[in-house]
């Protein structure tokens, strides 16, 4: 018994559209483990990771794909120092004021900016006596997502405390409910910065 084309065509329709319908069905599921996938698991590791090296070198911005507002980098901090211009140099933009004592100085930059010239794939970086010791975080990270840093303080010549909001799937994107603190420690010839202890604790509203 021959088959007719015409049966054959419309099965291969009808499988087409039911993958179709069962990707559709599935995005949002995608969509949410893509967003479990970007949680930090470094802050939450016992012990926390060393990813720092004594090599002094900065690394490179990731390439951010959206374009940049001019008036986003028009923000950007002008080159001060030795050490903004070491990051300058690897094609980092610099975010904020910078903070410095006892020789050591703590600067933020970042790789480009959201739609509210937030900063985007920013990062935090610690030099020693003008010699890059490492970064306070592993990857660089997005304004307004679980793990992006916040408050830093250099408490003296080998200590500095950091602070990173942590989003639950239930959060506003304006106030993370939880804050992770974790104590830096610098240490070595050459410095090195190295993460010694985290603790994580509920938090009134912190807008963002």
Request: include cysteine; proline fraction near 10%.
């Amino acid at each position: 018994m021959r088959e007719r084309p015409g049966v054959e065509v419309t099965m291969h329709t009808r499988l087409a559209v039911c993958a179709t319908l069962l990707l559709a069905a599935l995005g949002p599921l995608g969509a949410a483990a893509r967003g479990q996938d970007r949680r930090p698991p470094w802050l939450d590791a016992e012990p926390l990771a060393a990813w720092n090296q004594a090599d002094g070198t900065i690394p490179p911005p990731p390439v951010v794909d959206e374009p940049v507002n001019p008036k986003c980098r028009d923000q950007a901090r002008p080159v001060q120092t030795a050490e903004d211009q070491q990051l300058r140099d690897r094609g980092w933009s610099l975010v904020g004021p910078f903070q410095g004592g006892w020789g050591v100085l703590v600067v933020r930059a970042t790789a480009g900016w959201d739609g509210m010239c937030r900063p985007m794939q920013y990062q935090d970086f610690v030099f020693v006596g003008g010699r890059f010791a490492g970064t306070l975080a592993p990857a660089p990270m997005d304004s307004r997502t679980d793990g992006a840093i916040g408050d830093v303080s250099l408490l003296g010549p080998d200590r500095i405390t950091a602070q990173y909001l942590r989003y639950t799937d239930d959060d506003p994107l304006c106030c993370p409910s939880r804050i992770t603190s974790v104590e830096f420690s610098i240490e070595g010839d050459p410095s090195v910065v190295r993460a010694r202890s985290a603790s994580t604790s509920g938090t009134t509203m912190i807008r963002r």
